[in-house]
């Protein structure tokens, strides 16, 4: 691609602004100096977790309190944290602190919280639960977070600059035990992501001690030790030994975990106590809730959310007679109280990304943790190089104190003392300043002789050191001393129970309904029709009772859910599946029979379609001059019942219903001295109650009252103009002769 001259701005439209010049660029070069380090940086510095378990941010934050001195001492207040990580983080307080809460033990995220916290940090387990404000809650480093932070003063790991260059950061934690198998970790970068489900730690060190032990220990050993995923929030796994096996060999593929539960017969209840990790008690209530409402969960007569100080519980009502295992595995079948977490174990190795299975990452975290430990031990190789090269030259003077006196008292300058020093006993500068930085009190044969019995104590550390150093295998034993150690202070029990398969409560699936497209028609007298749009055709004249006429039509499908407002101010719920597909040609359902309506009652409106939302409206005309504009949103039950009385106003009779969705649109209202007016939806105030009595929309004088209400009456009118009104209430206007014969001819009344 032959590259352009740049623009200029001579060349540019007249009148527009300068801008600054136009570069054509070939995209695999746009791709390689703009995205591509846009997505690297994504990957290494955000997304994806390293071999310590933590993303950048995790370690910046945790790093920031452990130099604050949070590892003992009192909790202090989150926002102070987080103000001070921002000279590591610099990407706002709510970044940070949405990170510390998933550290939190108030959270209850992970299985081993890193930080002990004080307040209301949310729940792991709920959407809606939001944490408090940092100036509301308090931190402090946990006991455990110890072991991540071990050797970190002693060169076990590097550090680097920070984003400022003002201090130095880690770029991993040198954690004692694999981190990144016992804290769970997600992210999404740029064409990858990362997904790490959480394992027991006891279990993950005996793993890791098997490896050390012997490297060609196999998967189903593995399996035998490392049993399965473990969740802070319990649950059972249904285990598959060839699924896991997948887990472990590839990092890919998913785990099965279901709620735990527990019947009571006293109050015929069943009590949900721990739910899978990757769903939330919101999800399974709205799911829940739908079920009922299409009417699958008949045998549920309420449930609750009952999370208190006791802990996690959802409370689920039965009806007598219910089996409570047959219901939970309906509810484990189509609700998210069963549910999968999709495993993919991508994680940073040198800053490259690799997906890797149990077994991979635990042998890249024994190399991680070998270099760690050999740098802590070379750290103290050098210190102790260091102490016994000075005690070795403090041996020097124990020959001759005196003369060591005499040196200093000789000297005329300060600065000759330390090479007179020097000379005077064949030592070193290091030496001799050490010497001479002793107090003239503890210059005498006893302080010294105390100081230097050490020498064949450190001598034989060092030797002991640089064997371990050398030796591979006692590096590997010194590392399953510490697993053995971490599992003896901090191992628990498993929270997630296994279960396997054939122990799992089936339940035939229900018989699925077919869904088609139909037609609905409801007449007057209480007629309704369900019509595929194949039996409209060519036949779509109603067989209708004497007197009757359609009332309306709408279009849905065979699922559809239907409501019918009555005249007796009461809605009634049906779904379209209730009901027999029929012709043109037939009377229908009687709908009063099908649905058991009040003797007398009658259906004036039928609403198709279950959306009752707040942007939707209900909009009411009632005789005596009133209107009522209320969201749909008034109608949600928990249960969606079948019927739901007080839907209106039953103060004065119902002359007109309508929807309104996001737009106003006009209403025509006739009274029976043939007087009209037109006025917008927009004017009708909007109440929060349905069973408000409405605002007055027009003035009425003596025993007139409202006839009729339209929304489609333009093409009835030669000219509507006469009759808009732009406030209410509003005075009607005598119809024009023109449209009171329109009216008596077209408009049924």
Same mark, same amino acid.
């Given at each position: 691609?032959?590259?352009?001259?740049?623009?200029?701005?001579?060349?540019?439209?007249?009148?527009?602004?300068?801008?600054?010049?136009?570069?054509?660029?070939?995209?695999?070069?746009?791709?390689?100096?703009?995205?591509?380090?846009?997505?690297?940086?994504?990957?290494?510095?955000?997304?994806?977790?390293?071999?310590?378990?933590?993303?950048?941010?995790?370690?910046?934050?945790?790093?920031?309190?452990?130099?604050?001195?949070?590892?003992?001492?009192?909790?202090?207040?989150?926002?102070?944290?987080?103000?001070?990580?921002?000279?590591?983080?610099?990407?706002?307080?709510?970044?940070?602190?949405?990170?510390?809460?998933?550290?939190?033990?108030?959270?209850?995220?992970?299985?081993?919280?890193?930080?002990?916290?004080?307040?209301?940090?949310?729940?792991?387990?709920?959407?809606?639960?939001?944490?408090?404000?940092?100036?509301?809650?308090?931190?402090?480093?946990?006991?455990?977070?110890?072991?991540?932070?071990?050797?970190?003063?002693?060169?076990?790991?590097?550090?680097?600059?920070?984003?400022?260059?003002?201090?130095?950061?880690?770029?991993?934690?040198?954690?004692?035990?694999?981190?990144?198998?016992?804290?769970?970790?997600?992210?999404?970068?740029?064409?990858?992501?990362?997904?790490?489900?959480?394992?027991?730690?006891?279990?993950?060190?005996?793993?890791?001690?098997?490896?050390?032990?012997?490297?060609?220990?196999?998967?189903?050993?593995?399996?035998?030790?490392?049993?399965?995923?473990?969740?802070?929030?319990?649950?059972?796994?249904?285990?598959?030994?060839?699924?896991?096996?997948?887990?472990?060999?590839?990092?890919?593929?998913?785990?099965?975990?279901?709620?735990?539960?527990?019947?009571?017969?006293?109050?015929?209840?069943?009590?949900?106590?721990?739910?899978?990790?990757?769903?939330?008690?919101?999800?399974?209530?709205?799911?829940?809730?739908?079920?009922?409402?299409?009417?699958?969960?008949?045998?549920?007569?309420?449930?609750?959310?009952?999370?208190?100080?006791?802990?996690?519980?959802?409370?689920?009502?039965?009806?007598?007679?219910?089996?409570?295992?047959?219901?939970?595995?309906?509810?484990?079948?189509?609700?998210?109280?069963?549910?999968?977490?999709?495993?993919?174990?991508?994680?940073?190795?040198?800053?490259?990304?690799?997906?890797?299975?149990?077994?991979?990452?635990?042998?890249?975290?024994?190399?991680?943790?070998?270099?760690?430990?050999?740098?802590?031990?070379?750290?103290?190789?050098?210190?102790?190089?260091?102490?016994?090269?000075?005690?070795?030259?403090?041996?020097?003077?124990?020959?001759?104190?005196?003369?060591?006196?005499?040196?200093?008292?000789?000297?005329?300058?300060?600065?000759?003392?330390?090479?007179?020093?020097?000379?005077?006993?064949?030592?070193?500068?290091?030496?001799?300043?050490?010497?001479?930085?002793?107090?003239?009190?503890?210059?005498?044969?006893?302080?010294?002789?105390?100081?230097?019995?050490?020498?064949?104590?450190?001598?034989?550390?060092?030797?002991?050191?640089?064997?371990?150093?050398?030796?591979?295998?006692?590096?590997?034993?010194?590392?399953?001393?510490?697993?053995?150690?971490?599992?003896?202070?901090?191992?628990?029990?498993?929270?997630?129970?296994?279960?396997?398969?054939? #122990?799992?409560? &089936?339940?035939?699936? %229900?018989? @699925?309904?077919? !869904?088609?497209?139909?037609? $609905? *028609?409801? /007449?007057?007298?209480?007629?309704?029709?369900?019509?595929?749009?194949?039996?409209?055709?060519?036949?779509?004249?109603?067989?209708?009772? #004497?007197?009757? &006429?359609?009332?309306? %039509?709408? @279009?849905?499908? !065979?699922?559809?859910?239907? $409501? *019918?407002? /009555?005249?007796?101010?009461?809605?009634?719920?049906?779904?379209?599946?209730?009901?027999?597909?029929?012709?043109?040609?037939?009377?229908?359902?009687?709908?009063?029979?099908?649905?058991?309506?009040?003797?007398?009652?009658?259906?004036?409106?039928?609403?198709?379609?279950?959306?009752?939302?707040?942007?939707?409206?209900?909009?009411?005309?009632?005789?005596?001059?009133?209107?009522?504009?209320?969201?749909?949103?008034?109608?949600?039950?928990?249960?969606?019942?079948?019927?739901?009385?007080?839907?209106?106003?039953?103060?004065?009779?119902?002359?007109?219903?309508?929807?309104?969705?996001?737009?106003?649109?006009?209403?025509?209202?006739?009274?029976?001295?043939?007087?009209?007016?037109?006025?917008?939806?927009?004017?009708?105030?909007?109440?929060?109650?349905?069973?408000?009595?409405?605002?007055?929309?027009?003035?009425?004088?003596?025993?007139?009252?409202?006839?009729?209400?339209?929304?489609?009456?333009?093409?009835?009118?030669?000219?509507?103009?006469?009759?808009?009104?732009?406030?209410?209430?509003?005075?009607?206007?005598?119809?024009?002769?023109?449209?009171?014969?329109?009216?008596?001819?077209?408009?049924?009344?």
């Amino acid at each position: 691609m032959a590259r352009k001259k740049k623009s200029t701005d001579s060349e540019r439209i007249p009148g527009t602004q300068p801008s600054a010049p136009v570069i054509t660029q070939l995209i695999t070069e746009t791709i390689e100096e703009n995205y591509m380090p846009y997505v690297m940086s994504v990957i290494v510095s955000r997304a994806i977790p390293a071999i310590d378990g933590f993303k950048p941010a995790h370690r910046k934050l945790l790093y920031t309190m452990y130099k604050m001195g949070l590892m003992t001492g009192a909790r202090i207040k989150s926002t102070n944290v987080v103000g001070q990580t921002m000279r590591l983080n610099p990407h706002g307080d709510a970044a940070i602190y949405d990170t510390l809460v998933r550290l939190t033990r108030g959270n209850a995220a992970l299985l081993h919280p890193f930080i002990d916290s004080k307040g209301a940090f949310g729940k792991q387990y709920s959407s809606t639960m939001a944490p408090s404000a940092p100036r509301y809650t308090e931190v402090k480093l946990d006991k455990f977070s110890a072991e991540i932070f071990s050797g970190i003063d002693r060169n076990s790991v590097e550090m680097v600059d920070n984003y400022d260059g003002t201090m130095k950061e880690p770029t991993l934690m040198p954690t004692t035990f694999p981190n990144i198998l016992v804290t769970p970790n997600m992210g999404i970068a740029v064409g990858m992501a990362s997904n790490i489900c959480s394992f027991n730690l006891a279990e993950v060190c005996d793993g890791t001690i098997a490896l050390l032990r012997n490297p060609k220990t196999d998967t189903d050993k593995l399996l035998d030790l490392i049993k399965a995923p473990d969740f802070s929030g319990g649950g059972q796994i249904i285990y598959n030994r060839d699924s896991m096996r997948e887990i472990y060999e590839t990092g890919s593929g998913s785990v099965r975990i279901r709620a735990k539960y527990k019947y009571d017969p006293s109050a015929n209840c069943i009590d949900i106590l721990e739910i899978p990790y990757s769903t939330s008690i919101e999800q399974i209530i709205k799911r829940i809730s739908d079920l009922i409402k299409e009417g699958k969960l008949k045998e549920i007569t309420d449930f609750r959310d009952e999370i208190g100080l006791t802990g996690f519980r959802l409370t689920i009502d039965i009806r007598k007679g219910t089996d409570p295992d047959q219901l939970m595995a309906k509810l484990f079948r189509s609700t998210p109280l069963e549910d999968s977490f999709k495993c993919n174990f991508n994680v940073l190795i040198g800053s490259v990304p690799r997906q890797m299975g149990v077994r991979t990452i635990l042998e890249e975290w024994i190399k991680f943790r070998m270099e760690c430990y050999s740098r802590e031990l070379r750290f103290d190789l050098e210190r102790k190089k260091e102490k016994l090269h000075l005690l070795l030259g403090l041996g020097r003077i124990l020959l001759d104190i005196d003369k060591a006196i005499k040196i200093i008292r000789g000297t005329e300058k300060e600065s000759d003392v330390i090479p007179n020093l020097c000379a005077g006993f064949s030592i070193d500068e290091a030496q001799a300043e050490f010497i001479a930085d002793i107090k003239l009190r503890n210059l005498n044969r006893e302080y010294i002789l105390n100081r230097i019995k050490d020498i064949d104590n450190i001598q034989k550390e060092i030797a002991d050191i640089e064997a371990t150093l050398a030796d591979e295998l006692k590096l590997k034993k010194c590392l399953v001393s510490q697993l053995t150690d971490i599992k003896k202070k901090y191992g628990q029990p498993r929270r997630s129970e296994i279960i396997h398969e054939h #122990e799992i409560t &089936v339940v035939a699936p %229900e018989v @699925e309904i077919e !869904n088609f497209p139909v037609h $609905f *028609f409801l /007449t007057t007298e209480g007629y309704f029709k369900k019509i595929t749009a194949l039996s409209l055709r060519g036949n779509d004249e109603h067989k209708l009772k #004497e007197g009757d &006429v359609l009332l309306s %039509e709408a @279009e849905g499908d !065979n699922l559809t859910d239907l $409501f *019918f407002f /009555t005249d007796k101010a009461q809605l009634y719920r049906a779904r379209a599946c209730d009901f027999d597909t029929c012709k043109a040609s037939a009377m229908g359902d009687f709908i009063p029979a099908k649905l058991g309506f009040d003797p007398g009652e009658k259906p004036i409106y039928m609403k198709v379609g279950n959306d009752w939302s707040d942007e939707s409206r209900m909009v009411f005309i009632f005789a005596n001059g009133k209107g009522l504009r209320v969201p749909q949103s008034v109608y949600l039950t928990k249960g969606n019942r079948r019927k739901l009385t007080g839907a209106f106003s039953a103060a004065s009779p119902i002359v007109g219903i309508f929807e309104e969705s996001d737009k106003p649109f006009d209403i025509l209202l006739v009274t029976s001295n043939d007087r009209a007016a037109v006025i917008s939806s927009s004017l009708i105030p909007i109440k929060t109650t349905r069973s408000s009595i409405g605002v007055q929309l027009v003035t009425l004088r003596g025993d007139t009252v409202i006839s009729g209400a339209w929304r489609d009456f333009g093409d009835k009118f030669e000219s509507t103009k006469g009759y808009k009104k732009i406030k209410i209430p509003a005075t009607p206007v005598l119809l024009v002769e023109k449209d009171l014969e329109k009216m008596q001819l077209k408009l049924d009344i």
